[in-house]
């Protein structure tokens, strides 16, 4: 069964600075998808960024960078010059391997100091 | 213009109650899912649903049943609640089953007393 793994309970970053979350999985499938997801205190689950495992090249979305390791299984989270509306539960999540559902890990709380 | 919307937010109920989530959808996606998030944050599927058919069951007590109307609603209703069942309820859904990213509903808090 696949697995994500978020070694990092909670992680702090200074505001203006750059903070990265950790993600592992484990899967034997080679295609599939790995994404992470923001949870503000408002509860509400955002998309922050999304990779295809087929594509080398590593996504970005403005502050907001990834980077994929397929031969290792990671998929870390960069977040470049850090706000405080980044204050929030990180989750990475993987799905594939024609399994009909998104498998999550515990979760990262990011906490943005002024 | 809510893409998933859950009713209600906020749910306070005794042990022993029977109650209602429902969802809707309107993206036009075929696939709906029920999330349970624990005390801990920890997301786990309950559900799935493609086109009103039931899809992933993924060993949830057979109190609760969804159910789907259509392919823009799926509900979750679950009987003689119990203090464990106390969580949030996320209800989402992706335009491709099985593959891609989910958009999520702004989950329901259930609280059981």
């Known amino acids: 069964a696949q697995t994500v793994t978020q070694s990092q309970p909670e992680m702090s970053v200074q505001e203006a600075e750059t903070v990265t979350l950790s993600c592992t999985y484990d899967?034997?499938?080679?295609?599939?998808?790995l994404f992470w997801y923001k949870q503000p205190p408002s509860r509400q689950m955002i998309l922050v960024i999304r990779?295809?495992?087929?594509?080398?090249q590593n996504a970005t979305e403005n502050r907001f960078s990834v980077n994929f390791q397929k031969a290792a299984k990671s998929f870390s989270l960069k977040i470049s010059d850090s706000q405080l509306g980044d204050a929030a539960m990180y989750f990475c999540a993987y799905s594939g391997g024609g399994s009909e559902k998104l498998v999550f890990g515990k979760g990262t709380k990011l906490t943005v100091n002024p | 213009d809510t893409a998933v919307s859950q009713t209600p937010k906020y749910l306070v109920t005794q042990m022993g109650n029977d109650k209602s989530i429902k969802c809707e959808q309107n993206?036009?996606?075929?696939?709906m899912y029920w999330y349970k998030q624990d005390s801990k944050k920890f997301l786990k599927i309950m559900f799935s649903y493609n086109n009103k058919e039931l899809i992933i069951n993924e060993t949830v007590p057979n109190r609760f049943s969804p159910k789907s109307p259509d392919k823009a609603h799926l509900n979750l209703h679950i009987n003689s609640l119990e203090l464990g069942d106390s969580a949030v309820y996320f209800c989402a859904s992706s335009l491709i089953r099985g593959i891609g990213e989910l958009f999520f509903g702004e989950g329901s808090r259930l609280t059981v007393l």
């Open positions: 990779q295809e495992a087929y594509k080398q």
């Open positions: 993206l036009g996606h075929d696939t």
């Open positions: 899967t034997s499938e080679s295609d599939y998808y």
